[in-house]
Structures are given as C-alpha cells and as structure tokens.
C-alpha cells in the first residue's frame, strides 16, 4: 500500500511538484472562495470520480452526512457569528476520511456550520483546494507536504524539525500548521507477534542485523524495492547489502516481492520475516504484528497535522484551542484501531470518528 494513494496515506511522493502559486492572497476576503472552491472540486470530480468503491482497502463512499455533535471539552465558541462557516477537506483513503470526519465534528460542536468536503480523490486536488482558498480545514502529513508538494528531495526524519520545516514554507501560501499529533505514518517493517521471542526477541531493524543470514527475509511491495530511498538504501543504512551472501548480506532469494495489500499476510503467515509496513494501518493490529522500531532514523517524519487556512485563522482564532486539544490523542495506536474498524469491521468512518469524540470526552451526543 503507498501512501497517498487509495490507502493509509502515503510516504510516497505522488509526483514531486512545487506547491501552487496562491490564487489569491493570504488576506483575501473569504466571501470571494465559494467560487473558487466549486472550480477546484469540479476538476477533482472529473480527474477521479469522487466517491468511489475502493474495494482494496475496504473503503466505502463516504456520504457528506455526519452525526450531530453537541458540546464536550469542546465548548462553542464565545459570540461565534451565527453564519460563522468552516470548510472541511480530506483526501479519499480511510485513515483521512476518519480524520477529516473528525474536524467535521469538532467544528460543529464549536458552532460552526459545516460544508463537508471530505473524500477529495488525491493529495493534488486536496493541496488545490487549501492553497487556493478553497477550503478552510484539513488534516496533511508533513512528510507529504515536504516532499510532494514543496518538492524537496529528502525528508526529514526528526518530527519537529519536519513539522518546522513544513510550517515556515507554508506560511508563505498563507496556510498555518498547528501542533502536530504523535502518530506518524510512515514506511515500517513489522514481524508476526509469535516470532518476535523466535528472533531472538527482535525489537529494532538494527537486531535484524544480529540474525543469522538465513533469517533475515523480506516481504516487500514493487514500489518499495526499487525507489531511490527505498529497500537497498535502508538496508546499507543498516549496514546489510542487498543481494550479498556474506556476514551482512541479504540474498536476493531472501526477498519477496509482492502486490501491496498481500505483504500484510504474507508477514503474517510466515512467508517473510519481515514486512514493509505503514506504521497506522489497521492490518497490523488485526494480524497480530510488531513494528519494529526505527532505530537509525532512516525513514521520514510523516506526522499529521491540522492545517488551517490563515486567513480563517485570524478571524476565528479560538480554532487553535479547538484542534490542539485533540491532536494529542491521535497516536499511532489510536489509528490503527480506528482504521481498523473501518478497513476490517466495515463501518462508516463518520460513526467511527464520532465514537472515538465521545469516547474521549470532546463532544457529546446531541
């Protein structure tokens, strides 16, 4: 599965572009966006037919329609406007649509009114629509915003400076990133819960190293093999080489290569040691698998964030309280679970989303 396409958002860059000159800017008057809004989701209709069946990772449409939400530790805001308006977007894979669910939900119990855009086919229309103004709201991952929007060719694997990095370029498309959550989702490689104590009690891709040879075998996606900041790189990281047969080699024979969504089972039935993973998906938690840690920092930070137009911002900058008070609480853990319910139970991300609000105390049932 490649993030950013029709799955657990993607590291993967979609075609490395520079973001967008503003369409209008960072001030414009909002009562002049509607018009620029409808122009963007038009053409993101036509390139991707919104709201389609992802029958690969469980997705279903998602319906505008989300449960009332009454007040909670989300209080409405104090002399909000009674037209005051929030436009909310998100990409169209399960984990954004929970979480664009999410914003929907708090910003009505903030008392906004709500025009749902959430389910956008692809991170292009979805950057459109931000940096044109056209909407107010969505949830982005750093790493994304770095590397396919900015264009940079690295990203950065420590979260803050990633996060830091992000938010000062993005302040010149008058777009504002607040405080990112915990959960980064990012490239991984997991091993089946019943073989960790088998591998010597395997908890970081450095104790790959310790195995023996025969030992160390791959399950990973086409994509993932041959990038530039892939597979041989990430072993060389690691001090192992690709195809080598010596001490520290990893024979080509020890490496399967497989369509996206069948490296989840195959790690899990034993085909592989270890998987290439995303680190929120809903899978490893249902098959019982162990992400190992990271430990060498070798893959980049994509840790996800509100990110709200600025203009939005300064007229309504209660909003910053709103979405800071829930970003602690999305870890990887907490996604994982969520996607989970979605990609593996079936439901509909707004019931899920609204669920978990409840669940936590940031709204209540109307």
């Not at 599965?1 to 967008?20: A, Y």
């Not at 436009?87 to 894979?93: A, D, E, G, R, Y």
């Not at 073989?195 to 075998?217: C, F, M, N, W, Y």
């Not at 990281?237 to 047969?245: A, H, Q, R």
Request: charged share 25%.
């Amino acid at each position: 599965m490649t993030p950013d396409s029709p799955t657990p958002d993607s590291p993967t860059p979609d075609s490395p572009t520079r973001s967008s000159s503003r369409a209008d800017a960072a001030g414009a008057p909002r009562a002049s966006r509607p018009s620029v809004r409808r122009r963007v989701l038009t053409a993101a209709a036509v390139a991707g037919a919104s709201a389609l069946v992802l029958t690969g990772c469980g997705l279903q449409p998602a319906a505008s329609f989300v449960p009332g939400a009454a007040p909670g530790s989300i209080q409405r805001i104090d002399d909000l406007p009674d037209d005051a308006h929030l436009t909310v977007t998100s990409k169209n894979f399960t984990e954004q649509l929970v979480l664009g669910k999410i914003a929907v939900l708090a910003a009505k119990a903030a008392g906004f009114d709500v025009t749902d855009e959430t389910n956008v086919p692809g991170s292009v229309a979805v950057r459109e629509l931000m940096t044109s103004h056209g909407a107010d709201f969505t949830y982005e991952y750093t790493g994304t915003a770095w590397l396919t929007f900015m264009g940079h060719e690295q990203g950065i694997p420590d979260k803050t400076e990633q996060w830091q990095a992000v938010k000062q370029e993005d302040a010149g498309n008058g777009l504002t990133w607040l405080e990112p959550a915990p959960m980064n989702n990012t490239y991984a490689f997991a091993v089946r819960d019943e073989a960790v104590s088998e591998l010597g009690d395997v908890q970081t891709l450095s104790d790959i190293t310790k195995l023996p040879l025969d030992q160390r075998t791959f399950c990973v996606e086409s994509e993932f093999n041959s990038r530039a900041d892939g597979f041989k790189p990430m072993l060389e990281k690691y001090g192992l080489e690709l195809g080598g047969s010596g001490e520290n080699g990893v024979p080509t024979s020890n490496v399967s290569i497989l369509d996206t969504g069948t490296v989840y089972t195959a790690t899990d039935r034993g085909k592989c040691n270890f998987g290439e993973v995303f680190t929120t998906d809903g899978r490893i938690k249902s098959l019982g698998l162990t992400v190992l840690e990271d430990d060498r920092g070798f893959f980049p930070a994509y840790n996800v964030a509100p990110v709200i137009d600025s203009a939005t911002l300064r007229e309504y900058p209660q909003l910053r309280d709103v979405y800071d008070q829930i970003s602690p609480k999305l870890t990887d853990a907490v996604l994982q679970e969520l996607n989970r319910q979605v990609d593996v139970e079936g439901r509909e991300p707004a019931d899920v989303a609204f669920d978990w609000m409840v669940r936590e105390g940031f709204i209540t049932e109307p």
